[in-house]
């Protein structure tokens, strides 16, 4: 079992908008904003897409954002692409007791 | 453009010792402001963080892996390295090294470069 749930899918046509939720509990993304996200082509490195919450690394599309509400993370991509299709993993700081904790992740479907 | 490089054998057998390696291109992996770690994805299951190393030798661990896990660093190769002694098939999985960039306590960390992960089966 994943120390953070993800929908293990979600889909969406070109130019809709999608939402991907990361849920933990009140000593991971709860208690600290350092949530990450990470696009993840199989076979290839993952990509850092969001970082503390809702910031953009350089180079990320402004269509990536990022936001937290109590124990829960959401990852919501708009004006879906093509090129968007993957999987998409969250990660949170979990203190000094288990320090990092990831998604179970979620493969985005562009239909 | 900083890159990781896992390298280390694919197939492991039971009871012997994991070996990997991950060499950083592109940057220095004495970087006051990074450490480097090891995450781990058993098939069709989650990313596992392993552990992390500071260019010092700091080392910290997911307490719930079983002992046996070490990670180095070599500041000399530009390279950090894992070790788990005792093996089973459960440690099958793709392993990824990665840098996390900042410290939490000055209020900003995450992982931010990952290499493409190595592919290692424990089998007899």
Sequence with gaps: ?111 | QLQLQESGPGLVKPSETLSLSCTVFGGSISSSDCHWGWIRQPPGKALEWIGSVYYSGSTYYNPSLKSGVTISVDTSKNQFSLKMTSVTAADTAIYYCARRKGFCSAGSCHFDYWGQGILVTVSS
């Design chain 1, 1 to 111: 079992q994943s120390a953070l749930t993800q929908p293990a899918s979600v889909s969406g046509s070109p130019g809709q908008s999608i939402t991907i939720s990361c849920t933990g509990t009140s000593s991971d993304v709860g208690n600290y904003n350092f949530v990450s996200w990470y696009q993840h082509h199989p076979g290839k490195a993952p990509k850092l897409m969001i970082y503390d919450v809702s910031k953009r690394p350089s180079g990320v599309s402004n269509r990536i954002s990022g936001s937290k509400s109590g124990n829960t993370a959401s990852l919501t991509i708009s004006g879906l692409q093509a090129e968007d299709e993957a999987d998409y993993y969250c990660c949170s700081h979990a203190g000094n007791s288990l320090f990092w904790v990831f998604g179970g992740g979620t493969k985005l479907t562009v239909l």
